[in-house]
């Protein structure tokens, strides 16, 4: 099980975690948003690293961890039929470079291009650790 943390705040990154949810149902990931602190904590990431992107990694080894466009990579390789779009992406001339830059100038501009959510969203499919933690 991945864990995927993401701005709970942002319209585009809830609504594509919302379709990661309904394709992949909790089978392959988990997600928190990174206004979590207390999540992130245990992972020693802040939300001013999350900055940098949303962030895919593996609880029972937190140094695997992949962020922003390789995260977006990683993700779209673990989901089933992924590989194939993967390996066009990555093999085609000048994809990634547009990719990678798309996704920088996403990250950077996402409120003001999607707007900003009022409350933050909640995963119907949060970690397992965290409803631990609420015990």
């Known amino acids: 099980m991945m864990l995927i943390i993401f701005d709970g705040n942002c319209n585009l990154c809830v609504t594509l975690v919302q379709l990661l949810e309904t394709l992949d149902r909790g089978d392959r990931f988990r997600y928190v948003p990174m206004q979590d602190e207390t999540v992130l904590s245990q992972f020693e990431i802040t939300p001013q690293g999350c900055e940098l992107g949303m962030i895919l990694l593996n609880p029972d080894n937190p140094q695997e961890r992949w962020q922003g466009s390789e995260a977006a990579e990683e993700i779209a390789r673990r989901l089933p039929a992924g590989d194939p779009f993967l390996w066009a992406y990555r093999n085609l001339p000048g994809l990634k470079n547009l990719g990678d830059g798309l996704y920088d100038q996403v990250r950077d501009n996402r409120y003001d291009w999607f ?21």
């Open 115 to 135: 707007g900003r959510r009022e409350t933050t969203y909640d995963s119907q499919y949060p970690p397992d650790f965290k409803a631990e933690m609420a015990e």
